[in-house]
């Protein structure tokens, strides 16, 4: 190892040096090219190192070590967060390269012996600086799935085979015409030809679909994009049944109403749903967390429920502007957001001098209790919204007169609406006031031109008191 690193450090510095070229747009198109290509080849044994590098990072951190990790002794929790630390790339490249290396660098028996990498072709041509990382990661993720049901010979097979594909050798495919220049293919090619293998090692597998499918079930979040975080994944089929069946619990036309009257069917009615189903959907994602979060079935973390904490300066709260920032998510959330959360989840001010020092502690959060929602929920009985068929329990309480503007955290003062309901009630147009501690509705203008103020609940307790002091002619 004696002097690597200083013999790195002067390569560095005559690679500076002839790199320094004179400015590329003064070049012929071949010349650009042929540099192109030229740095590229450099690139490739450069990114062999870090891959190797890598690898060995992983291997001196593997969890059996325990507190004798690599990772763990440099105060990090894994290894992508050590080779960050050290090389300042991304999570995303930190986890490419340790994954790849661990997956090309030769293994040791337990008496020492020398076995040979998990990937031998990939590793060769990698540590040659012919094939590049990217395309000798999509070999590996590629192949390394169908492991334990292909055929170890076939499986081989499939990595020379992809190789020589990759560094247009040819020879191993036979399909090379006698003559004719190897056309060597890109990475995104090579994964379209690896996939294919990965079929047909896979398809005879002995393993049952279950336990395929059982590895590859997944859920992940996305990174963030036009003020959204996407989600991918595979769910295994019965989880997938689950969730359908929430979701149908919740979309589908409410059965039964033998205690609306005439007028809030006719609400029901009127009240078309404005909502794609994938918007509804993704509501009802929105309360089956809430709803999680609130139940108390589910760990909690520093001794409080699961919940989102949500960060805004008081004066762009106070002035209607900028944004709020929620623990653990990369992007902004809006004013109304943060509104919302505040409404139905209680806030708490923190005063901060100059330098940062905390300077006061407002008093703590003004949330509903469970006695308070149960007393809610019997008078409301669901979402206040006529037509809306959000139970109760999937509800969040509003304040109907803003905690900030001196709504107390009282019955007399919350209300059930739905998250959906519940987002938008500053600009649906729907009025909610109080009357004497019972809750009352007015449809926006578009929804009911002059439509006037009634009282609303689906509570059935409620509704058969309504219906039993109804005159006789009418019940
Ligand atoms: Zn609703």
């Not at 020589?164 to 190897?182: H, N, T, V």
């Amino acid at each position: 190892m004696n002097g690597i690193v200083e013999t790195l450090g002067q390569v560095r510095s005559s690679l500076l040096g002839v790199m320094g070229f004179d400015d590329p747009a003064g070049w012929s198109d071949d010349e650009l090219l042929a540099v192109t290509v030229a740095v590229e080849a450099v690139g490739r044994v450069v990114d062999a190192a870090r891959v190797a590098c890598a690898g060995e990072v992983g291997e001196r951190s593997r969890v059996e070590l325990g507190g004798e990790r690599l990772s763990t002794r440099r105060g990090c929790r894994t290894v992508a967060e050590l080779l960050e630390r050290v090389t300042l790339v991304s999570g995303a490249e930190a986890r490419r390269r340790s994954a790849l290396g661990a997956a090309t660098r030769s293994r040791y028996g337990l008496t020492g012996e020398a076995m040979e990498a998990r990937f031998p072709g990939v590793a060769s041509a990698l540590a040659s600086g012919e094939l590049g990382a990217d395309a000798a990661g999509v070999v590996v993720r590629e192949l390394d799935g169908t492991r334990r049901v292909a055929d170890p010979v076939a499986l081989r097979g499939a990595e020379q085979e992809l190789v020589a594909a990759a560094l247009g050798s040819g020879d191993a495919a036979g399909d090379a015409s006698a003559g004719d220049a190897p056309v060597r293919c890109t990475a995104d090619e090579l994964r379209v030809q690896a996939q294919v293998w990965a079929v047909y090692l896979d398809q005879d597998g002995p393993e049952p679909d279950d336990e395929r499918a059982m590895r590859r079930r997944g859920f992940r979040f996305g990174r963030a994009r036009d003020g959204l975080i996407p989600v991918t994944g595979e769910l295994l089929p019965e989880v997938a049944a689950g969730l359908g069946r929430l979701f149908d619990a919740h979309l589908a036309p409410r059965s039964g109403g033998g205690f609306m009257t005439a007028e809030e069917r006719a609400d029901l009615e009127r009240n078309g749903e404005t909502r794609t189903a994938d918007q509804q959907r993704h509501d009802v994602v929105a309360a089956i967390i809430a709803t999680a979060a609130r139940s108390g079935e589910h760990p909690t973390i520093g001794g409080a429920a699961p919940t989102v904490l949500v960060s805004v300066r008081a004066v762009d709260l106070k002035e209607g502007r900028g944004v709020a920032h929620a623990d653990g998510v990369e992007i902004p959330v809006s004013l109304r957001a943060a509104r919302q959360l505040m409404c139905t989840g209680g806030m708490q001010q923190v005063t901060f001098d100059g330098g940062g020092r905390i300077m006061g502690l407002g008093s703590p959060e003004r949330c509903f209790t469970p006695h308070q929602r149960r007393a809610i929920t019997l008078r409301d009985g669901g979402c206040l919204i006529p037509g809306c068929r959000v139970p109760a329990s999937w509800c969040e309480i509003h304040h109907v007169i803003p905690d900030a503007d001196g709504g107390p955290t009282h019955t007399d003062n919350g209300v059930l609406l739905c998250w959906f309901h519940h987002r938008t009630i500053e600009t649906s147009g729907w009025g909610i006031r109080m009357i004497r501690g019972a809750p009352q509705v007015r449809p926006p203008a578009w929804l009911d031109p002059g439509g006037g103020w009634r009282s609303a609940t689906t509570s059935p307790t409620r509704l058969a008191d309504r219906v039993e002091r109804r005159p006789a002619a009418v019940a």
